[in-house]
């Protein structure tokens, strides 16, 4: 079965700029989570979503990101008027949300270079 | 305020020997606890977990102890292969709340060979 894919794997972009990246996370897991990691960072908690409840987003970092997830499946982070300071990796990651399967699975990630 | 914390960011280890990655947590309510191992370029992968109501889980060459009174865990890793060179994860969970994962600061680990 596919894993969490996440696209585009890098993007580079200029200050100002807006930007979209996907996660499209493994069939039938009800969690979605994006975190991301700044160079030399561990992993930033950004934003939670639960099957049709209304999201966590208490990790997003300011107003210039949101995101939304599309009937329970696939998630879009949209960065507006991107800054250096938001260069990182940004990792979707899902899993189900009881029972014994609480591991989560993460996609490759995106690479987002902001110049 | 980081509640789950790695103060080693890196450790290297020879061959063979014992690997030993440490992990603090600072909030009581966290029940659930994982390790996540990550290679460059590629999304961490689980490791091996362990739920409050034990203090040992073990996986192959893979133990996990977990310390409650002192909020502590710690990743065993014997015999260390050059293979587990990678960054290191803990994460913990509380289970009767949002299955919000936090994540420590990870730490690298280098098995020589």
């Known amino acids: 079965g596919a894993g969490v894919s996440q696209s585009p794997s890098n993007k580079v972009t200029e200050k100002g700029k807006d930007v979209e990246l996907r996660c499209d996370p493994i069939s039938g897991h009800t969690a979605l989570y994006w975190y991301r990691q700044s160079l030399g960072q561990g992993l930033e908690f950004l934003i939670y979503?639960?099957?049709?409840?209304?999201?966590?987003k208490s990790g997003l970092p300011s107003d210039r990101f949101s995101a939304e997830r599309t009937g329970g499946s696939v998630s879009t982070l949209t960065i507006q008027r991107t800054q250096q300071e938001d260069s990182a990796v940004y990792l979707c990651?899902?899993?189900?949300?009881?029972?014994?399967?609480?591991?989560?699975?993460f996609g490759p990630g995106t690479r987002l270079t902001v110049l | 305020d980081q509640q789950v914390k790695q103060n080693s960011p890196s450790l290297s280890v020879q061959e063979g020997r014992i690997s030993i990655l440490n992990c603090d947590y600072t909030?009581?309510?966290?029940?659930?606890f994982l390790w996540y191992k990550k290679y460059p370029a590629e999304g961490p992968t689980f490791l091996i977990s362990?739920?409050?109501?034990?203090d040992k889980n073990e996986d192959g060459r893979f133990t996990v102890f977990l310390n409650k009174s002192a909020k502590h865990l710690s990743l065993h890793i014997v015999p260390s292969q050059p293979g587990d060179s990678a960054v290191y994860f803990c994460?913990?969970?509380?289970?009767?709340?949002?299955?919000?994962?936090?994540f420590g600061t990870g730490t690298r680990l280098k098995v020589l060979a």
């Open positions: 994460a913990a969970i509380s289970t009767s709340g949002t299955y919000k994962y936090i």
């Open positions: 362990i739920s409050s109501i034990k």
């Open positions: 979503f639960q099957g049709n409840s209304a999201p966590d």
């Open positions: 990651a899902s899993s189900f949300s009881s029972g014994s399967g609480r591991e989560q699975f």
């Open positions: 909030n009581s309510m966290f029940d659930y």
